[in-house]
């Protein structure tokens, strides 16, 4: 009886990798983007030994990428807004990310997506339902920033 149990959970176990390594990279790309900045499920998509690469810097390892994401979705302090305030764009707030399009070729997912002026494409290197390299180009000024001249 003891090995049994034994064997069904070591059976368990394999099923469960076999199904997070089965995740295709579209399911990747969608299930990071739909994170909502959640920074916990954001990394859980990325391998330990993970690089990000944007604008010329490179984040290596879940440390660096989770320092990236926090500095990224930075909420003020205090408590949240109860209605979000009037007048412009999302009511005023920030321009809202927009994905344009998800698709992969073999082991790649890609990601195009816009925010305000902002329009960016995004590489994932998929191994093992886990984000090994990130790739993210971006063009325009940053969101909410000045307009070019």
Not at 43 to 70: N, S, T, W
Not at 101 to 114: D, I, K, L, Q, S
Not at 121 to 147: L, Y
Request: charged letters at 15%.
């Amino acid at each position: 009886m003891k090995f049994q149990l034994l064997g069904a959970i070591a059976a368990l176990s394999i099923t469960g990798a076999a199904q997070a390594a089965d995740l295709t990279p579209t399911e990747i790309v969608n299930r990071h983007v739909s994170s909502g900045g959640n920074v916990d499920a954001i990394m859980a998509d990325y391998a330990d030994d993970a690089v990000v690469l944007q604008q010329g810097r490179a984040f290596q390892g879940k440390d660096a990428i989770r320092g990236l994401f926090e500095n990224m979705f930075k909420r003020p302090a205090g408590p949240a807004p109860s209605a979000p305030p009037a007048g412009g764009a999302n009511g005023g707030g920030a321009p809202k990310m927009n994905v344009t399009r998800v698709w992969e070729e073999g082991n790649v997912g890609f990601m195009t997506w816009e925010m305000g002026p902002m329009k960016a494409t995004e590489e994932f290197i998929v191994r093992d339902g886990k984000i090994q390299v990130q790739t993210i180009f971006m063009s325009g000024p940053p969101a909410g920033g000045p307009a070019p001249q």
